[in-house]
């Protein structure tokens, strides 16, 4: 991941997740400011449509390449001793994909039941 | 390089006069990384509305606790600075907003948006 996302790749990436990532919240915000759902049955069908599923899988996935890429960033900018910062971003990069995996679990899982 | 070595070192950070875009850049940082941080609370509470009626019925009461409304505040704020920063930026990549004087103003009207945006949001989800 750190070759692919080094230099000007990552910038890419990051300017590519920001502007879908910018796009999708506003879309979510107003929709929690103008139609929020009132109750569970109501959350579940929105979520669960299909449209907005696999919108929000993708702004998961985009979320988590834009934070990693961020993060490294500023990682790198304060972390000097290099076995302490290996450490580290290992550890933000196990903890991105674990948390992108349990949002796309609850988010698949919901339109099974 | 004998000039280099020879600069007086001031970097007493409280003593700086940052310039105001320069202290927009410092929130852009410390919002993305404080939205890095939240994001297990938010995956969580975004996994117990799904699990059914009850789950949504605690992730809603939680939100709307004492502790609740300043989470989302936080992340209102964060989101709305984060990401006016965000298009400040953009703009710049594309030669917009360039000079000194509009960088400034830019900066700042991002600086006082972020916490005005923030409270409107969160009086307007919650």
Known sequence: MSRKASGLKAWAIQRLTAIYVGLFSLYL????????????????AWIGSPLVSVAMLLFIASVLMHA????????????????????V???????????GLWAAQALILVRLV | MTTTSQRPVFLNLLKIKLPIAGFMSIVHRATGMFMFLALPILIYLLDQS????????AAHETLHGFFGVVFVFLIMWSLAHHLLAGIRYLLIDVDMGVEKEIAG??????????PILGLLLTGGVL
Request: charge should be neutral.
């Open chain 1, 29 to 44: 915000v107003l929709a929690l400011l103008f139609s929020a759902p009132a109750d569970y049955v109501a959350w579940k």
């Open chain 1, 68 to 87: 990693w890429i961020g993060v490294r960033d500023v990682l790198i900018d304060y972390l000097h001793p290099i076995a302490i910062r290996a450490t």
């Open chain 1, 89 to 99: 971003l290992g550890l933000v990069a196990l903890s991105l994909v674990a948390m």
């Open chain 2, 50 to 57: 799904l699990s059914g009626p009850a789950g949504f019925e």
């Open chain 2, 105 to 114: 103003k830019t900066a700042l009207w991002v600086v006082v948006a972020g």
